[in-house]
């Protein structure tokens, strides 16, 4: 039976065949529903090699050490039904093997194998594209979306999610008036592709329009409103765009009502707010005690190790709260892995994790000439933690203000002078008013609080 993006499968049943094809379009929009289409599937078809093996790649993107155990059930699911699986899926159940070896880059090539011979299976398209994010990979995302738009026709069920994906790759690499066309498309395309809607707000971000960023998520919920928790993410660049424009009520406002509406603990979402609830305090804002449930989640996942960018936005979350011993116990399993690990977790843990990780525990303890020693020193690898520009650019900011604090004015500049030149020359309000403080330091003996800023 064929599924919905034209791909033999070894299904034989035909409602089975429809929750798998709901599955795979549910990945492809980030939809709320997918996991009931998942396990609907399962349960009507469980020696479906393929659907197992992405359960697995599904669970090992959660970034969870927890949930390593439940990919490895389904790896042993999967390879139960080897024997009947076709060679196309295969490739997905050595992909899920590999990475459960702690070798996420090598699973990325099994898939891109799949994509070689099958260009137009979007589900491989969207799970190299997932696996790279979080390998942060930007220019590994673009390579392989530019190699499969051509077999995409404005009739393939995937089309709109493969723009959404491109403009999304042409944003991480600085190709913002491209990304920005491309995104459009996609969304006119696939009006639920929130990929391709948040790409978009990618660039007003990141060209310091924040004003045009607004306009464009306006009207437009309806594409992230039926999301998993990637609708959080959505509200979070909403946010941001606010708090550029010094509209702090309405920052908070998000924060409470559509952010940390849910208090849930999954990495992605403490990462939204701890990195925005950084931002308003490096911008003068009292946060009041917003800290306090971020800080108690991230105390219960200190030994987990499974991402280095989770780890650094628990960090946020420790120091924000000011858990000093919390704090300490999360840098030092940070070192350890970093000796003790051979897999790319590990290696990410050395650099930028370890020099990362010192840099903002000396930030949370005042120590600001060793906050921006070590984060000046992570700064040239902190793509290697994953995420987007975006996401890590909260860490960019505690590097300048720390730098700022310390007195590292010509340094400071410099790293103004990069963020200005990658962004086409526009700036955003943050970046502004640290060089009005530049500018003031210069001018005066006296110190100068950054706390209105």
């Known amino acids: 039976m064929q599924d919905i993006f034209g791909q033999d499968t070894s299904l034989t049943d035909a409602a089975a065949l429809r929750d798998w094809n709901a599955v795979q379009m549910g990945v492809l929009a980030h939809a709320a529903t997918t996991p009931t289409h998942l396990a609907a599937l399962l349960a009507t078809a469980p020696g479906f090699a393929l659907g197992q093996a992405c359960k697995g790649m599904f669970y090992l993107l959660m970034g969870r050490s927890e949930l390593i155990a439940t990919a490895r059930e389904a790896l042993s699911a999967a390879r139960a039904h080897f024997d009947t699986a076709l060679p196309r899926e295969r490739h997905y159940i050595a992909a899920l093997e590999i990475w459960l070896a702690g070798q996420p880059s090598a699973a990325i090539a099994k898939l891109e194998q799949v994509l070689h011979n099958h260009p137009q299976d979007a589900l491989a398209m969207k799970l190299s ?24 026709g404005t009739d393939h069920a995937g089309h709109g999610y493969l723009l ?44 310091g ?31 941001l765009m606010h708090l550029d424009l010094g509209q702090i009520d309405q920052v ?41 449930e971020l800080a108690e989640l991230a105390a219960n996942r200190t030994e987990d190790g499974s991402l280095i960018f989770a780890d650094l936005h628990y960090l946020l979350a420790l120091a924000g709260h000011n858990r000093k ?20 977790a590990g290696q990410r843990m050395a650099n930028p994790g370890c020099a990362a990780a010192l840099g903002l525990e000396a930030f949370g303890e005042g120590d600001y000439a060793g906050a921006f ?10 793509w290697m933690a994953g995420g987007s520009n975006a ?9 300048i203000d720390s730098g700022l604090r310390a007195g590292q004015l010509d340094a400071v500049e410099s790293i103004l002078d990069d963020r200005q030149a990658y962004c086409g020359g526009n700036e955003g309000n943050y970046a502004l008013a640290r060089r009005e403080v530049i500018a003031e330091m210069r001018g005066s003996a006296a110190p100068h ?3 209105a800023q």
């Open 325 to 344: 011993e919390a704090t300490s116990r999360l840098v030092k399993r940070i070192h350890a892995d970093a000796q003790t690990r051979t897999d790319e």
């Open 252 to 292: 908070f406002d998000l924060y409470d009502h559509e952010i940390r509406s849910d208090k849930t603990d999954d990495y992605r979402d403490i990462s939204n707010g701890t990195s925005l609830l950084m931002r308003l305090e490096l911008n003068g804002a009292n946060v009041g005690e917003r800290w306090e």
């Open 209 to 239: 329009n924040a004003q045009a960023g607004l306009d464009w998520l306006q009207g437009r919920e309806a594409a992230w409103s039926h999301c998993n928790n990637f609708r959080y993410h959505v509200w979070w660049h909403k946010a």
């Open 129 to 152: 594209h997932s696996i790279r994010f979080v390998l942060g990979d930007s220019a590994g995302m673009r390579r392989s979306i530019e190699r499969l738009l051509p077999a995409y």
């Open 164 to 207: 959404g994906c491109h403009a999304f790759t042409l944003e991480e690499t600085g190709s913002f008036e491209k990304a920005e066309i491309v995104g459009r498309q996609a969304l006119w395309t696939a009006p639920d592709d929130a990929w391709g809607l948040h790409a978009v707000a990618h660039v007003h971000e990141m060209t």
């Open 391 to 399: 996401q890590r650019d909260v860490f960019e900011r505690i590097t």
């Open 449 to 451: 609080s950054l706390s």
């Open 373 to 382: 020693a070590n984060l000046s020193q992570a700064r040239g690898s902190m």
